[in-house]
């Protein structure tokens, strides 16, 4: 059989082949009718639109590069799908790479993007305990987007969520659920998401006339063995702590296992006084398999990588552009632990 063409394409609707081209390139101001006639010709012919040919012709890239770093992290994961799916429904493909923690690493993965022919890309940081980029990204001649979970030091077209609001937002639930005691478990030192959740816990309770003290924001290692015992010892120097703000997904998880160490249960009624009422800020779906349901500040994720994707076309559109910071705050969820 013989290969369908575009110009067999626009001879069936009745067009140029410049208007299907246009068509196909989502540009250029078509009618509805026209274009709808041109799509009819398409599905009745087979017709196969060769993206990669019509972008070389063009000098032009539907392929974005993405760089996920951490496979573990839940939050670039959830980001990386919704970037997938915004691109996808706008034509453009992503190419992965997942660079290792080193240069040379991430060097040939921009590499591996230029032959490729990527058109921009979009940087998935995870490391949340230093403020700057690579510097390869930073000198990566094509247009870049971040999204990170904390603030980079130079300037760079950036999508993050607001880790004081979060923070501030489930103090405040707290407070106005009667508690007074309340402490954040998880997280190393260096690390700046819990640096900026603490301050925007510390501001809550400061509003509130409350104070934040020292003892009541133990850092531990991110495994739920170091969460348990670090939660056991807080509660068992500190038996008025009625309320958690827990770091992450596996810092529930062990603190859990710290609160029913010391014969206290999780729960949302102050009253009861051997309860505590734990607060997450990611959205808790694996965790809520189990009884009772957590609390959490959402994560924003899809929205992140929709933001993200939105940026990335715009910026590719405009080239000009100039360098934006798109900050999204979370939204409370209230369940069963809070």
């Not at 919704?82 to 034509?91: R, Y």
């Not at 639930?173 to 603490?198: F, K, P």
């Not at 997450?280 to 992140?304: Q, R």
Request: charged share 20%.
């Amino acid at each position: 059989m013989k290969k369908v063409s575009i110009i067999d394409v626009a001879k069936l609707a009745g067009v140029s082949v410049s208007t299907v081209s246009l068509v196909l390139r989502q540009k250029g101001k078509i009618s509805e009718a026209t274009i709808e006639r041109v799509h009819s010709a398409i599905n009745e012919l087979d017709y196969v639109h060769n993206v990669a040919a019509a972008n070389l012709r063009s000098n032009t890239s539907n392929l974005i590069g993405l760089i996920l770093r951490d496979f573990s992290d839940s939050f670039s994961i959830k980001v990386m799908a919704s970037i997938v799916k915004e691109l996808e429904s706008q034509g453009f493909m992503v190419f992965l790479g997942q660079p290792q923690d080193d240069q040379q690493h991430l060097e040939r993965c921009l590499l591996s993007f230029k032959q490729q022919g990527v058109a921009g890309v979009i940087y998935l940081a995870s490391d949340a305990t230093t403020d700057r980029l690579p510097e390869q990204l930073c000198q990566y001649p094509l247009p870049l987007v971040v999204v990170s979970q904390a603030l980079p030091e130079q300037p760079c077209n950036l999508v993050m969520r607001d880790n004081r609001q979060a923070a501030s937002l489930a103090t405040r639930h707290l407070i106005e659920r009667g508690h007074r005691n309340i402490a954040y478990i998880g997280g190393m030192e260096n690390d700046r998401v819990r640096h900026q959740r603490l301050l925007g816990m510390h501001g809550a309770l400061k509003q509130n006339g409350l104070a934040l003290r020292d003892e009541f924001t133990p850092a531990c290692l991110e495994s739920t063995h170091s969460v348990s015992v670090a939660t056991r010892q807080l509660l068992e120097k500190n038996n008025t702590i009625t309320a958690l703000l827990c770091h992450s997904p596996t810092a529930i998880i062990g603190a859990i296992g710290g609160i029913h160490q010391v014969g206290r249960t999780v729960g949302k009624d102050v009253f009861l006084t051997q309860q505590v009422a734990l607060i997450g800020f990611e959205d808790m779906l694996h965790v809520n398999l189990t009884s009772p349901s957590f609390t959490y500040v959402s994560s924003a994720s899809e929205e992140t990588g929709r933001q993200a994707a939105g940026l990335m076309m715009r910026k590719l559109k405009e080239p000009e552009l100039q360098t934006q910071r798109i900050t999204l705050s979370g939204q409370l969820v209230i369940q069963q632990s809070a």
